[in-house]
């Protein structure tokens, strides 16, 4: 199959692509309620999945409902919690149970934006580095063998160090460019193959209808796989993000879990007893989180490899 | 003559066969695993070079010109300066630094820190790898070792309740970031649970990375003391690893267990002692090894905030402090350094993959 | 040891207690979704010693999962729910299935060894095959690794291999054929007296097969081991079978003499075998496949299981499931209308007119 395309297969494969936008969008929305689907099928998913929701639902609707405290009440500092202030108050006196509500809206945005970059990176180059094969395909797999090969948390340490990062996109394109390589690995193996099935017919086909293949038939199958994918970007984006904020590189914009976390270890609020409730409730928050993702993918995994499973 | 027999010829020829020799040498699993891992390095080099230097932020440049500001210094005087902390000449062209850049690397010079002034990076870092090293490799081994064994007896009883029960602490342990759990380690059993009015772990005097007034060498009281302060940096690199050895090492047997040749090895009569050791547990090992080198990238990576929340004086904190100070030399010293070790890691770790496995081994010519 | 005696099956060449191996009322089910899988409904047969019974059927018909029952095998869904069998050696008496766990282990490969179907996989990537012949007799007795090389390489010489090059392999190295051939040769390490041999050429090409084959066939005859051979094949089994036993949903519907099954068939379904078995001679038109499909073995119909493709069926044989009639020396077919089919035998498969009631 040739490599190149002329100017009018361009054209050609814009207008297809085009239509095939709407495929495509039908296509995650079969997705979506295959998901919903399966996430019924088993109970620690579901619960983790609930989890997951009303985390969004808290994050980004709770701040209307429960502004952030800002008042600084000297003599209410690190007060234990009460019926009041259910988790207590800061080093300034500002209630903890506000901090958290409002805290999640930073994190969990990045966290999307960040699985989305990666993903359709990670998509979009598998796809391509298949079906245009040949040197491109040689490069972009060097290239993600690389970036495997690096430890990425201290990468994105000394990336945050050298680079200003001024906006939650710069930080989450930084996150998106080192966790590509996973999906694109993924995509490409099925693409390749279904591209040696056709090999024959490929040839006789014309470019376009090996796009249309790819985004008819095989990303739509490979949905549930980029979903995991997704949550997996997820997780990995706020835990480097967490950290990142906590080394104090990435600017205190607002409050949230993770600056909770970075002040209470600079105030040595770890070290009082009575300032319990504000360290371990954004610890509890992330964490909390971190494992609802894991049950709600671990569960979609059970169900697509069903030799994990035990007996019925 | 015919074209086989003039081959053949050709083949049997005395003398210097070069492209034959390249291609005998290429085709050596090892060779090939190392070559790729020195272009790692290299790419990654690379890449931190054209970084620093191609950044709208130039730190270099802000340097350069933080200087001249703060010191009244000239443009010259200050580039003097930059070269002897940079290690390189900041005026010359863009290639010429470079191959300064280079240079200066196999001769082992990283610059000079920032912080803390006239300190060569590569003292620094000799200073406190060492302690990284020791720690996450001792917390990566015991992890591994627990894990296979508890892996391996969940999955030979999967009905029993202990395989939901493990699998469950698997996942949580997992899936809760490092430096969460250190903190939670400092929190409750540090400063909130408290036995006779003194904390359960007495966090503040394992700080460090022995005690003041302890002699280094090969004595037991040293050895001793060295795990003592090691201790919460090792439990909590086991905490975060476990859970994930456990899950893929019970994965993988589970699969072993469904192979043919278990089924014919107990057909054989072989004893069920033997058939778990060399039928199912080696061939289960084998997914793992290529895991080994993920984990240990991890663990290093983890050791940045680890370290720092537990005050143990590895290259992970010291990295923290850097970026902290803006110290870039060092950071930029340290971050090779990390990828250095995690890629020579990587690299071992695929040649002890492919001693267990022989089928990796024969290049490209096996029967 | 046994108190009571075996059963004796009239159509066994001899007499049940010189048997090497006798099955008495195997039942094995396994567990599946859906229900209870009935995979072997009762069968009953005697290998002599040195003796070959090939055992015949199609995919389902629960002749592998006999095999394997035999040696107590199976996966841990399946169960043994009924019978014996009991194994003869010296005077001895023993019924496998219940032996404790360390005679079954000596019980296999010592005294019965099988040769599977996936000699493919059948051995540990990650050992070399001399390791794997060393392992295999010392789990057994004694031995040094020189004596067991020895021994190796006399039988891998004896299936045509070439010890010095075997032997150091690892089996990814050798090829299919190599590696079924190796199977054998560590089958007869131990010398045992039977062999259970499961499909052992199916995966392969004509040719190795036809090597497979002749290779068994000399050894037989050298070292005189009673051999069990398993297979959908039915032109194999006129190769290396004294008897042999067809098999239909569990149970063994035919059992003969290799000629008396191949030139008088007496079940309908043995008759059908026969009849799609290619000849070079023959031509096309003769071949005929058997209309319908096995049984759900869940869920089974009443009545003799292959009566739904059966063109002799009749009403009763919807009602009555048909036990082994004892028609010949050393011959048993389990159909009511045995007879019928003896009548017929030539009369192509549409023209076979199902008897009458009153019939027989």
Redesign the interface.
Known sequence: MSGTMSSNDVIRSTAIYQRTTKDILLGILKGIGEFFRLMARNRTGFIGFIIVVLYFVVSFLGPYVIPVDKETKVTRIFEKPSWQHPLGMDHEGRDTFSQVVNGGRDILTTALLTALISTAIGVTLGALSAVLGGGIDTLLSAFA??FM???????Q???A????VKSMLILSLILAILSWPGLYRAVRAQVLSLRERDYVEAAILLDLGTWHIVFKEILPNMMSYIAISFAFSM?GAI?AQ??LV????VPFSSHNWGVM?SIA?TRGA????DS?AY??AP?FT??LF??A???MT?SLEEVFNP??R??A | MSAIAERDKQLSSSGLDIPRMLRLIWSSYYVRQAA?AL??IF??TTL?FF??RL?P?N?VERFVVDLMYSQGLSRQDALDQARAIFAIDLDAPMYVQYIDYLGNLFKGDLGVSLLSRGTPVVEIIKAVLPWTIFSVGTGLMISFTLGILIGTIIAYR??SLI??VVTGIS??L????G??QA??I??FL???IKINGKPLVPIHQMRGAYSPGVQPGFTWVFIKDVFFHAALPIATYILTTVGGWTLAMK?ST??TL????V?????????DG?ITT??VG??AL?PLASQL?INI??A???S??IE??FVYPGIGSR??AA??G?D?PV??G??LM??FV??SA?LLADLLYSV????IR?GGG?? | METTPTRQLPWSKGQARYALISVRDMHIEYWAERGQVKAVRGVDFDIFPGESLSLIGESGSGKTTLGLGL?R?LVKTADITRGQVIYRRNGVEQDVLKLDPDGL??????EC??V?Q?A????????RIRDQMY??VK??RPATRAEVNALASELLERVQLEPSRVLRA?P???SGGMRQRV?IA?ALLLNPPLIILDEPTTALDILTQRTIIDLLRALQNDLNFAMMFISHDLSLAAELANHVATMYAGRIVEYGTVNQIFYEPRHPYTLGLIRAVPTVTGGFEDLSSIAGTPPDLIDLPPGCKFHLRCPFATRRCQQEEPDLIHIGPEHAAACFYWQEVERQADRPWEEIKAPSEGDV
């Open positions: 063998d690389i090969s690096i430890p990425q948390f201290p990468l340490v000394v990336l160090g050298f680079i200003q997780t835990y967490t950290g906590l080394l104090g590189l976390i270890w770890i070290f009082y007893r319990a360290i371990l610890v992330i964490a971190q494992l993702m894991v049950w671990r030799r994990l035990g007996r | 790729k272009f790692t790419f990654v931190i970084l620093v950044m932020s730190p999967r009905e395989d939901p996942s949580f997992s899936a809760i970031p430096y969460l903190i939670l400092i929190v540090g400063v909130q994965s589970i699969n469904g192979e043919d040749y089924t014919v090895a107990r057909a054989r009569g072989l004893s033997r060399a039928y080696r061939n084998l080198a990238g991890f290093i990576g983890g940045t905030l720092t929340y990295l923290g970026v902290g803006r870039y950071m930029q340290i971050f990390i990828t995690v890629i990587n267990l496995d022989p089928r024969i096996a029967r | 040696i095998l282990r000596h019980f296999r490969w010592q060894a099988m599977f996936a493919q996989s059948a051995f540990n990537p990650v050992l392992e295999t789990a057994h690892y990814h190295e050798l199977l560590m």
